[in-house]
C-alpha cells in the first residue's frame, strides 16, 4: 500500500488538474448447462474501473492510475481488484522513465500474439481478449530519432487470475490457489520476488514498423499444472525463460501485413516433474488486414495463422495454439452509435476438430453508455491438457455488458 | 492549328486554377504548428443531435506534407484514442491509431480516407491534409470577391471532383461542393467564423466552423474550434510513432 500512498501524495501536491474517469459495467453472462451443481450458469456482476491522471505545470512529470475491478452477485470467488496501471513517470519528450504496476504491449498481432507475454492476465474476462494486470517495475524509455529503445526491471512476479471453483470457466471445477515457480533442476518455490526484464527495440523502415525484443521471466502462458487429487486442488508450476522475437506492421499493397517470430529458451537444467527437460522452441505468426470503404461502414477482413516449432511434440501440443488458423470480419457502422460487429472463427488445423467461433455487437447510447452482446463458442475433443482450448468446451456463453462512462 | 487555337483558353484556364491554388497554399503556409480543440455536432436526418470532442495538433513540414495528431476526448468509450497521419505530397500518407484500453500502437492502411470520420458527414479525406500535388485543378470563374475552382483527385478518393469557392480576402475556401463518383452533388461544406493569426508578420486565416450538408441523406456534421493557436512549437517527438503509447 505504500506505493499507491505515494502516488497519491505526489499526485495532490506535484500535479495539477487531475483528470478522473469510471467506467461502470453491469455483466451478464449465461453458460451452456455443464450438468455440474457446482459450476454457475447464470453470472451477474457489477464492474467498476477507476482512472485518474495527471501532469506537472511543466509538463514532464506524469502520474497515472486504472485501477479495474469486479463483483459477481452469484460466485463468491468472483471478486477482484487489481491495478492495471498505477505509476509515476517522467518524460521530457526523449527520456521517459516511469515507476510503479504497468504493462506493455508490443504485439502486431491481433489474436496469435507469441511476443504479448509479459503481464499475468485475469483470465476470467473476455476469451477473446483478456484483460492485463498490472506489474511493479521500473522501465526507462529513450526516443533515437524516429526510433525508441526501452528497458524495463520487474522484482515481483504476480500470478495470473484464475477463474474459481463456481466458474464454468474453471474445468474441471478444482480450486487453483496457490502457485510455485521452478528455480532450479525440480526445485520449485512461492517466492513472489522474481527479477524479471527486458528490452525492445523500435524501429520503422519504410512502410514498416518492427519490433526486437529480449525478456527474461518467469512464462505465465506455459505452465505445468501440479494436480492433488486427494485435495484435490491444482497447483500451476510456471518456469523462468528467455525470449527473443521481432514482430512487425507493414503497410504492402492496400493491406496491413502482421508477423510476429519468437524463440524460447529454457535453462539446460530445468526439468519438468516427469523428468523430462523442457526444450527450447520456436513461434511464428502471419497476418493480413485489408480494410475496404463502404458507403455506409467499413469492412475488415483479418486473417492469421500461427506455428509452433519444436522436437518435442508433446510440449508442441502443450501450446494453447499450434497450427491454428484465424479468419475474421469487422463492420464498423460509422454511425452516430458507432456500431460494430465482429466475427471470427479460429480453427485447429492439425484435425479440424477445435474450433473458437466468437461473435459481438456494441454501439454507444448517446454518449455515456454502451452496449455490447456477444457470444463465445467453443467446440473441440477433451483432452485433459488443463491449458488447451479443450478446457473450454463445455464453457460457451452469451454475455450482455452495459457500461456507463463518467 | 485551328483545334490548338480553341484548347489555348482551356489550357490557360487550367493553368490560372493551379496558379491561384499554389497562391493559396503559400499564403496558408508558414504556420509553424497548430493546436485547437475541435467540436462536432453531428445531426440526423430526423434531427437528433449528438456531440463529439477532439483535440487537434499539427506541425508543419518544410519539404512534404504536415504532421497530425487527433486525441479523442469524447465519446468516453473512445477517449484517449489517438490517430497520428503523415501526410505526403504524392504518396500515400501514414497512419497510426493509439488503443489505450490495449496500449497498442497499430499502423492502419491509409485507404479508409473515404470512410466517414466518428460517424459524421466528414470523412477522413475532408480532414487530412489537402496538398496540391495530389489534385489536378481548373479554374471556373470570378468575381470581385471570390474564385471558383474545381479540383479532381489524382489518386483514389471517395469524389469525382470538388468545386471550390475561394475568398480573395480569406485566401481559404468559403464553400466546397463534393461530387460523388456518378457526378452527383454529394455535399456541401459552408466555411464561417474566419479569424486573422498573426504568424511570423504574415496573417493567416482559418474557418473555425464548417458546416458539411449531406444532401443524399439530409444528415448535417457542424465542425467548431476552440482554443485555436497557430505559430505553436510542439515539441518534434509528439508526432512521432515512438510517443504515440505514451498516455499524455
Redesign the interface.
Known amino acids: 500500500m505504500k506505493i499507491f500512498n505515494l502516488i497519491f501524495f505526489l499526485s495532490f501536491n506535484l500535479f495539477s488538474a487531475p483528470q478522473f474517469d469510471l467506467e461502470s459495467t453491469f455483466s451478464q453472462r449465461a453458460f451452456q448447462d455443464d450438468d455440474n451443481p457446482i459450476t454457475n450458469t447464470f453470472n451477474s456482476a457489477i464492474g467498476m474501473k477507476f482512472g485518474v491522471k495527471a501532469k506537472s505545470d511543466e509538463d514532464n512529470f506524469r502520474v497515472k492510475i486504472i485501477i479495474d475491478s469486479l463483483y459477481d452477485f452469484s460466485d463468491k470467488d468472483r471478486f477482484y481488484i487489481y491495478p492495471e496501471e498505477a505509476w509515476v513517470g517522467y518524460d521530457d519528450g526523449s527520456n521517459i522513465i516511469k515507476v510503479g504496476f504497468q504493462h506493455f504491449n508490443w504485439s502486431s498481432t491481433e489474436a496469435f500474439r507469441p511476443s504479448d507475454v509479459v503481464n499475468s492476465r485475469n483470465l476470467d474476462s473476455q476469451v477473446k481478449n483478456a484483460s492485463k494486470i498490472g506489474e511493479p517495475m521500473i522501465s526507462y524509455k529513450r526516443i533515437l530519432g524516429e526510433s525508441s529503445i526501452t528497458g524495463f526491471i520487474s522484482p515481483y512476479f504476480i500470478k495470473p487470475l484464475y477463474p474459481g471453483v463456481e466458474n464454468s470457466f474453471a474445468t474441471p471445477p478444482i480450486p487453483i490457489e496457490s502457485y510455485l515457480v521452478n528455480t532450479e533442476g525440480l526445485k520449485t518455490d512461492k517466492e513472489p520476488f522474481n527479477i524479471q526484464g527486458g528490452a525492445i527495440f523500435n524501429f520503422s523502415l519504410s512502410k514498416s514498423d518492427i519490433a526486437i525484443h529480449y525478456i527474461n521471466h518467469i512464462d505465465r502462458d506455459a505452465f505445468i499444472p501440479l494436480i492433488n487429487p486427494l485435495v484435490p486442488n491444482i497447483t500451476p508450476i510456471f518456469y523462468r525463460n528467455q525470449q527473443v522475437g521481432i514482430t512487425s506492421q507493414s503497410a504492402v499493397l492496400g493491406l496491413i501485413l502482421k508477423t510476429e517470430f519468437v524463440a524460447r529458451f529454457f535453462s539446460e537444467d530445468v526439468v519438468t516433474l516427469s523428468h523430462n527437460s523442457i526444450q527450447d522452441f520456436q513461434i511464428a505468426t502471419i497476418g493480413i488486414e485489408r480494410n475496404f470503404s463502404l458507403g455506409k461502414g467499413e469492412f475488415t477482413f483479418l486473417t492469421e495463422y500461427i506455428r509452433t516449432f519444436s522436437q518435442n511434440i508433446s510440449q508442441q501440443n502443450a501450446e494453447v495454439f499450434d497450427n491454428d488458423l484465424l479468419i475474421g470480419f469487422r463492420h464498423s457502422f460509422n454511425n452516430i452509435n458507432g456500431s460494430e460487429l465482429n466475427l471470427s472463427l479460429i480453427s485447429d488445423m492439425k484435425d479440424l476438430k477445435q474450433h473458437i467461433l466468437n461473435f459481438s455487437y456494441a454501439q454507444r447510447i448517446k454518449n455515456n453508455w454502451k452496449v455490447e452482446l456477444g457470444l463465445n463458442y467453443v467446440e473441440s475433443e477433451v483432452l485433459d491438457s488443463y491449458i488447451g482450448v479443450d478446457i473450454l468446451d463445455s464453457a460457451d456463453y452469451v454475455y450482455l455488458d452495459i457500461k456507463r462512462f463518467f | 492549328m485551328k483545334f490548338l487555337l480553341l484548347l489555348l483558353p482551356i489550357l490557360a484556364f487550367s493553368n490560372k486554377g493551379l496558379e491561384i491554388s499554389k497562391k493559396i497554399e503559400k499564403q496558408n503556409n508558414g504556420f509553424i504548428g497548430e493546436e485547437s480543440t475541435m467540436t462536432m455536432l ?1 445531426i ?1 436526418a430526423q434531427g ?1 443531435k ?2 463529439r470532442k477532439l483535440v487537434s495538433k499539427a506541425i508543419e513540414m518544410e519539404n512534404e506534407g504536415d504532421k497530425s495528431l487527433i486525441t479523442f476526448k ?6 484517449g484514442t489517438k490517430m497520428l497521419t503523415w501526410s505526403y505530397k504524392k504518396n ?1 500518407d ?1 497512419q ?1 491509431l493509439f488503443l489505450p484500453s ?15 470520420f ?2 459524421s458527414e466528414f470523412s477522413y479525406e475532408d480532414l487530412g491534409s489537402q496538398e496540391l500535388e495530389k489534385y489536378t485543378y481548373k479554374f471556373i470563374s470570378e468575381d470581385d470577391s471570390n474564385w471558383v475552382i474545381e479540383r479532381k483527385p489524382i489518386n483514389k478518393s ?1 469524389y469525382s471532383k470538388q468545386v471550390s469557392t475561394i475568398s480573395k480576402k480569406y485566401m481559404n475556401a468559403i464553400k466546397v461542393d463534393y461530387f460523388n463518383k456518378r457526378n452527383e452533388l454529394m455535399k456541401t461544406a459552408i466555411f464561417e467564423n474566419f479569424k486573422e493569426f498573426p504568424v511570423n508578420n504574415k496573417k493567416i486565416f482559418r474557418a473555425n466552423k464548417i458546416h458539411m450538408k449531406n444532401l443524399l441523406t439530409k444528415k448535417e456534421s457542424i465542425l467548431t474550434w476552440s482554443n485555436r493557436k497557430l505559430g505553436v512549437k510542439h ?4 508526432f ?4 504515440l503509447n ?3
Do not use: C, Q, Y
Open positions: 453531428l440526423n437528433d449528438i456531440t469524447v465519446p468516453k468509450d473512445v477517449a500515400d501514414d497510426w490495449l496500449k497498442k500502437v497499430k499502423r492502419i492502411h491509409s485507404n479508409n480516407k473515404t470512410s466517414s466518428m460517424g471517395g515539441k518534434d517527438n509528439l512521432k510513432k515512438e510517443g505514451e498516455d499524455f
